[in-house]
């Protein structure tokens, strides 16, 4: 016999971790800052001195808006001067039409949402789902206009609006910030990773396009559209230029272009500019401590911090 066929198969070695080698994490496992306590409490102390530094122009905002005006402009670095009391909030309330501007921006940001929420969502379906003839040019150009600053389109939508006998109206504010590009490509995004399966489905047992996309589509994606929503309030509250443009009525303004004109008709007030800072920024921060966790959860688990 040779020498290959008397030789004996050696026996497998023991399993376990070769030595000078860590083991590897297995997958789905957390991403760990290092080993030992110390890098997690050195990165836990950097978070907080970074949070402290992003929170102290907050503090100095609501301190000063809470302070006289003669307490504000004193030289110091305390953000507490004198006194606290309500004057400012006072004085803007009084030298101002607030409840009308407020009514405004909760109507205009509220039917903005809502609007902007049925286009993208339906348009985001369709770019996902259709095979119309043109549609990978349309979602080119809808891309593309991401790029496109809203500065550029502020005077052909101004004549626009003109030309439809629009100014001075609500849908002169409204109908411009409908049209989100940036909305329709993340929600096209989330509608490719739903299965086609569950829509094939219900096709079967005989539902409708519009019967699938209100029963299977828009159930399965209530996290993306809950932040999409809180995106577009958010921008719709904050909007400056556009409703500063096309309105001329007072009754008309928005909570930030009013505040602005008091702030410009009285001079530079820095205790009541603090104080209309954080009465237009009031709502928002009511918004996200009441939608803070379905923002986080979707943000988490539709990658929206990626795109």
């Known amino acids: 016999m040779s020498a290959a066929t008397t030789a004996r198969p050696r026996p497998p070695r023991p399993a376990g971790p070769r ?14 800052l290092g080993h030992g306590r110390l890098p997690r409490v050195l990165a836990g102390t950097a978070l907080g001195i970074f949070a402290l530094l992003w ?7 609501v301190a000063t808006s809470f302070q006289r005006e003669e307490d504000v402009a004193s030289p110091g670095l305390n953000p507490i001067k004198g006194v606290l009391t ?17 009514f405004n921006s909760v109507l205009i ?23 119309f003839r043109g549609r990978r040019a349309l979602l080119a150009v809808t891309v593309a206009s991401i ?28 109908l411009p910030q409908v049209v989100a590009p940036m909305m329709v490509f993340i929600l096209k995004r989330f509608f490719d990773a739903i299965p086609r399966e569950l829509e094939e489905a219900a096709r ?28 577009v309030f958010i921008g ?16 008309l303004m928005t909570l930030p272009v009013g505040l602005a004109t008091v702030k410009d008709a009285y001079g530079i007030q820095y205790a009541q500019s603090m104080a209309a800072a ?21 943000v988490a688990t539709t990658g929206l911090g990626g795109t």
Do not use: H
Request: proline share 8%; net charge positive; charged share 10%.
């Open 19 to 32: 030595r000078g080698r860590r083991p590897q994490e297995s997958a789905g496992s957390p991403m760990l």
């Open 147 to 174: 790029m496109v600053p809203p500065q550029l389109l502020i005077v052909p939508l101004f004549q626009q609006m003109l030309t439809f006998n629009l100014v001075d109206t609500y849908w002169s504010i409204i």
């Open 55 to 61: 929170l102290l122009p907050f503090v100095w905002a």
């Open 236 to 251: 719709a509250w904050n909007n400056f230029l556009w409703p500063f443009i096309i309105t001329n009525d007072p009754d």
């Open 109 to 131: 940001a509220g039917l903005v949402t809502l609007l902007t929420i049925v286009v993208s969502t339906l348009a985001a379906y369709a770019f996902s789902r259709g095979t």
């Open 204 to 231: 079967i047992d005989g539902a409708s396009d519009l019967r699938v996309f209100w029963s299977i589509v828009l159930p399965l994606s209530r996290p993306i559209v809950s932040a999409v929503s809180v995106f």
């Open 86 to 102: 309500l004057d400012a909030y006072r004085q803007v309330f009084e030298r101002g039409t607030l409840p009308t501007w407020a």
């Open 278 to 298: 954080m009465l237009a920024a009031a709502p928002l921060i009511v918004v996200f401590l009441f939608f803070q966790r379905r923002i986080v959860k979707s």
